[in-house]
Every structure is written in structure tokens, then in C-alpha cells.
């Protein structure tokens, strides 16, 4: 993987001719190599050269007539082989649904009733779109529609485009019926989203000594953007970055007070803290006296 800080997040301005939808092969752009996260929706659909696709916290196989669905701000990349040959799509939120006004941060919340088009995007990282010849030939006759009407923009064209698009996606929707309405009923994005929320909780833990430790570095180790991070734990536990890690902190120093004797400065620097002045000072504001106070008393 990348390193964390520089997994960039790209909008349809740096990665697209257009604003509202984009469609192209390998010829037109080079791809991109690290792994990155976008702004916009996206559809990658391989044509030839078999691979793998790291989207979320999960590595996916890849190969041709496979299609790969990523929402928005979901980190993934596709090494695309040398001789490989593929079809990307963008386009943006208001683009696949107007209908619908929601944070993209929500997005996969959505009832497939209010929004089945979201439905192989939402279930990405727990399902394979692998078609066979015959439907894959119906997806490339879309493809070839869709870059045919996007060359020559005119008047209604956009809502043309529209239409080749949820042709695509209602297809798969109806190939992948089965699968994609049991991963929804079993809620299986609140298990990737348990899964991204144990991930964030290992790197917290493993970096508690680290004063230096940083919302973008565990976003980066949980496979999340900086925003969707923040946005989730202030879903799940109602805290925020900061707050979480100070709270981790202090329970871990608590019971070093408790159960050690081990010395203030040296709790204060297992619990990331720079010295033991700021310790003491974010203890006492945490529990209302100083450590070793709260220690004589606990004893």
C-alpha cells in the first residue's frame, strides 16, 4: 500500500473531460497506480488481462468481463496488466441520482427501495461481477451506446447517457439479484463498516505511545478517507477523532495507575502524552484530580 499520507483524493475536475459523466479506455488517460479515492462514483469494466481490485479493507479477483462498482470516497485501486484492456466510467452523484438528496458519506444507508441502483456499489467489496460472453456482449453494446452519445453531446443527450447507465446497472442488479438482496438483508455494509471501525481501533491501539498519531494515518490503515472517518465515528460512537484517542489514553493510564508502579512520566509516555506537565494536566481535566492522587486514592 501507499504511504497513508499521500493517498490523494481526486474530483471529477482532475480525473474527467466533463463534470456530470465521463466515459473512456485505457488510451485516453493513463491510470492510476497507488491507491487513491474519488469524489464521484465509479464503474471499471474489464475487457481483457486478469487482475485483482483492493477496494475498502478487501482484495477482490478481477478478471475479464468482470465489472468493479466504487462510491464515492472509498479507497481502492485496480493494477491494471500491461496488455490489459478496460472501460472506465465517472459521473456524479446528481448524475446517477437526482431523485435523491444524501450526504455521499451516507450513501450506502440508503433502502435499496428508496435507490436499488446503489446496490452493487453498496455490496462492492462482498461480491464478484463476473458475467458470462453472452451478458458481457450486452454490457459492451452499452458501452459503445454510451461513448457513441458522449462524442456527440446535443440537446437530450445527457439524458440519454443517463439511461444507457442505469441500463448497465439495472442489468447486473438483475443478474446479481439473489446475492445483492441477501448481503442487504443481512446488512452486510454495517459488517464492513464494524470491520473499518475494528480496523481504526488496531491502529489506535498500536499507536497509543505515538503523541504524533494523526486522524489521516488511521483513516489510511482503516482504508477510509480523513472525511468519511470522522464522518463514521461521529455515526457510531457519537465522538470524534481527538476525543476517542484521549479517552483510549486515559483508560489505558488508569490502569497503569491502578495495577503498576510504574512512574507518572513513564505512564504519560506509553500513553502518548509529551510530558508528564501535559498528562497531568489532561488527566486532572479528565477525572477531576491528578494522577497520583487518583492512584494513592484507587490504592
Known sequence: MANPSRIQTYGMQQRSDRMDFYIRDKSARPALTSPHRHEYFQIQINLGGDTVQHIGGAIRPFPRNTLAFILPHRMHVIPHPDDGNFVLINFSQEFLLQHLQCDPMDLEDVSLAEAPELAPFRFQEHLDFVLDNAQFAEVTALLTLMRDADLTRQLGSVAILRGYLLQLIGKVCNLFEAQLLALSANKAERRGRRDAMSRVMEYI????????????????????????????LR?????????????????????HLMNSNKSLSHIAQICGFTDEAYFSRRFRKAHGLPPGQFRREQR
Open 205 to 232: 491501539r498500536e499507536h497509543i505511545a505515538d503523541p504524533a498519531m494523526t486522524l489521516t494515518d488511521a483513516a489510511a490503515a482503516a482504508f477510509l478517507s480523513p472525511n468519511y472517518l470522522t464522518h463514521l
Open 235 to 255: 455515526k457510531e460512537t457519537g465522538s470524534t477523532f481527538s476525543e476517542l484517542v484521549l479517552e483510549r489514553r486515559m483508560r489505558l493510564a488508569r490502569t
